[in-house]
């Protein structure tokens, strides 16, 4: 069983920055990709950003050349820098693991966009 908690959420204005953390605990020693999904109110669960366990990133068109994810393996903690931010990225963020062929998912940290 791997435990993962989302940090860094909160409010900020048009055109700034957050950067989220989630920090894995429990049977960390066979995580493999290390990723971000986020829900906005109404809508479904949608990928982000993905790193690979030797630090390659993948992103969603959207986020491209704004989002930054990256990971720190002895520390179990994955981030995503996120610059530029949009009210359309206001969202639940999600941290998303996948070890020995299984899914784990934190419970979330809310981003909000506004001004």
């Known amino acids: 069983q791997v435990q993962l908690v989302e940090s860094g959420g909160g409010l900020v204005q048009p055109g700034g920055s957050l950067r989220l953390s989630c920090a894995a605990s429990?049977?960390?020693?066979?995580?493999?990709?290390m990723a971000w999904y986020r829900q906005a109110p109404g809508k479904e669960r949608d990928w982000v950003a993905t790193?690979?366990?030797?630090?390659?990133?993948y992103y969603r068109d959207s986020v491209k050349g704004r989002f930054t994810i990256s990971r720190d393996n002895a520390k179990k903690t994955v981030f995503l820098q996120m610059n530029s931010l949009k009210p359309e990225d206001t969202a639940i963020y999600y941290c998303?693991?996948?070890?020995?062929?299984?899914?784990?998912w934190g419970k979330g940290t809310l981003v909000t966009v506004s001004s």
């Open positions: 998303n693991v996948e070890s020995h062929g299984m899914d784990y």
């Open positions: 429990g049977s960390t020693f066979s995580i493999n990709t």
């Open positions: 790193i690979s366990n030797i630090g390659y990133p």
